[in-house]
């Protein structure tokens, strides 16, 4: 069974301070794993991705950190700034070579000025 | 910037009809997908599409859904006779590569509601 899994349904942060959004995984048969924002009424938004072959990848304030053997990667943001204030969702594409995205439930990050 | 777009953004309909939701993926993308989003829950993949044919497709996706892209720039779902289930939220997605780690875009949903 391939799942991914956001515990923490919602997270609140001062500006300026650093938000970290975690995700767990239960299978290893994941290729990539991808970040994605919403904002109501809008569609999913790439934010940054990683590979499985990877430990890190980082993109201006948003850095993500894959731990494989504890099947567990982040979204750390740095700094928070008050449009950061979205639905973020942990989605990972499966070996299948077709591109799904399987996501997480979903974290509302709220960032307050 | 290039964007996937998707009409309607609102559909109201009675169970067991047909509709049909479209979209137009950005023009240079391969790969093209549908998730549907019910609410309050996950977003669940439905099924991707590539050179005109189905790659995969969910349990979800089952004889009542199809997919087409009936002129080489949309992409439409299906739903031959809705179910009082079906309502959620049907994103379109569209990717350049070979769907491995490429990046997909999302269009901004249709909210189907089925009375």
């Known amino acids: 069974d391939q799942q991914v899994k956001q515990n923490s349904p919602s997270l609140s942060v001062q500006e300026g301070r650093i938000s970290i959004l975690n995700c767990d995984y239960t299978n290893s048969m994941f290729d990539y794993f991808l970040w994605y924002k919403k904002y109501p009424a809008e569609g999913p938004t790439f934010l940054i991705s990683i590979s499985s072959i990877k430990d890190k990848n980082e993109d201006g304030r948003f850095t993500v950190f894959l731990n494989k053997s504890a099947k567990h990667l982040s979204l750390h943001i740095v700094p928070s700034q008050p449009g950061d204030s979205a639905v973020y969702f942990c989605a990972a594409i499966p070996l299948s070579n077709t591109g799904k995205l399987i996501f997480g439930q979903g974290t509302t990050l709220q960032v307050k000025p | 910037e290039p964007e996937v777009t998707q009409t309607p953004s609102h559909q109201v309909t009675q169970m067991g009809q047909e509709v049909i939701l479209r979209c137009v993926p950005i023009?240079?993308?391969?790969?093209f997908y549908w998730y549907r989003q019910i609410l309050g829950q996950k977003v669940e993949f439905l099924v991707s599409?590539?050179?005109?044919?189905?790659?995969?497709k969910s349990e979800i996706f089952d004889d009542q859904f199809s997919v087409e892209r009936p002129d080489g720039s949309n992409f439409t779902l299906k739903i031959r006779s809705t179910k009082l289930e079906d309502s959620a939220m049907y994103f379109c997605?569209?990717?350049?590569?070979?769907?491995?780690?490429?990046?997909?875009?999302f269009g901004p949903g249709t909210r189907l509601l089925v009375l």
């Open positions: 599409f590539y050179n005109n044919e189905i790659s995969e």
């Open positions: 023009s240079n993308h391969l790969y």
């Open positions: 997605a569209s990717g350049g590569g070979s769907g491995r780690g490429e990046t997909q875009y």
